[in-house]
């Protein structure tokens, strides 16, 4: 819990210029080392903020995270196909 019992979404700051370049850079499917590089710093500092910094964190990882693709999104599963029930 942050000080004061308040949650972290209470507490806001704003991300500096490299961060906020490394993010764009990471939303727009670069690497975490393009990312770096694109935001003028060394890639160890993006993943100290991945690590570290729950304000750079969040955002980062949401945007990294690849979306799942629509063969898969259109798969089967057990639950609702004949071929996987006893």
Do not use: I
């Not at 019992?5 to 210029?17: F, M, N, P």
């Not at 060394?42 to 979306?67: G, L």
């Amino acid at each position: 819990m942050a000080e004061s019992g308040l949650a972290l979404a209470e507490h806001s700051r704003e991300l500096d210029e490299p961060q906020r370049a490394a993010l764009a850079a990471l939303r727009a499917g670069q690497s975490f080392a393009q990312a770096a590089t694109l935001a003028g710093v060394h890639r160890a500092t993006v993943f100290r903020w991945v690590k570290r910094d729950p304000y750079f964190a969040v955002p980062a990882k949401s945007a990294t995270m690849a979306p799942l693709p629509q063969a898969a999104a259109d798969a089967p599963f057990a639950d609702n196909n004949p071929e996987f029930l006893p």
